[in-house]
């Protein structure tokens, strides 16, 4: 039973380029949720998805950040436009439902690095 | 956004040694999970804890949530090199996890 899978693991752009991030969530996980991490501010919560709905996205930058989860395929965050400051860790977690436990299983990361 | 604050922030011990690592908030948690990041990985779930006062253990860890549920614990018992990581805790999305604890354990 494959785990959470994230690709590209390493990913570099130039500024004003666009970065896809890709999630495919554990088999029989329904929700999704993507968090950035960088060492000297944690691990930060961006959106919350379920297939085809976005349920939170209190934690994603009004501009330039997009995320979505269709009904078939991996889950994609989308950075338009990238910046220096995107450079940083993307974490996508899954978990088979919305449970009080609301135990979250994560992915190896994507690793941008913008120059 | 709930907030968890984590402390000590960074610990470096010897092996062999034990140690205590608190996980805090002001707010009320239906359940807590703690997590250990290696180097270049994603976090790893570890436990969840879910009824107040509750101890859960799992080898050398002993994990505890207060009886508020407002707080938990993680005491591990003769630390060991492969314990080394950072170690967060958290209560589910929405959160900003953040620094954790990041231990270092030296042979």
């Known amino acids: 039973n494959a785990g959470v899978m994230q690709n590209p693991r390493h990913l570099v752009r130039r500024r004003g380029q666009e970065a896809r991030l890709r999630c495919s969530p554990m088999?029989?996980?329904?929700?999704v949720y993507w968090y950035r991490q960088l060492p000297e501010e944690g691990l930060k919560f961006m959106v919350y998805?379920?297939?085809?709905?976005?349920?939170?996205e209190s934690g994603m930058p009004k501009e330039r950040f997009s995320a979505e989860f269709p009904k078939e395929g991996p889950s994609i965050l989308r950075i338009q436009q990238v910046v220096r400051g995107d450079s940083a860790a993307y974490f996508c977690a899954s978990s088979p439902s919305a449970g009080s436990y609301n135990e979250q299983f994560f992915g190896p990361g994507t690793r941008l690095t913008v120059l | 956004t709930q907030l968890l604050e984590q402390s000590p922030q960074f610990l470096s011990i010897q092996e062999g040694e034990n140690l205590t690592v608190y996980c805090n908030s002001s707010s009320v948690f239906s359940s807590l999970q703690w997590y250990r990041q290696e180097p270049g990985e994603g976090p790893v779930l570890l436990v969840t804890v879910v009824t107040g006062g509750e101890v859960k253990k799992l080898k050398r860890l002993t994990f505890q949530f207060g009886d508020a549920r407002k707080d938990s614990s993680l005491h591990i018992t003769a630390a060991q090199p492969g314990d080394t990581g950072l170690y967060l805790c958290?209560?589910?999305?929405?959160?900003?996890f953040g620094k954790g604890t990041s231990l270092l354990v030296t042979p």
């Open positions: 958290g209560p589910g999305y929405a959160l900003n």
């Open positions: 998805l379920q297939k085809e709905n976005i349920i939170d």
């Open positions: 088999k029989g996980h329904s929700h």
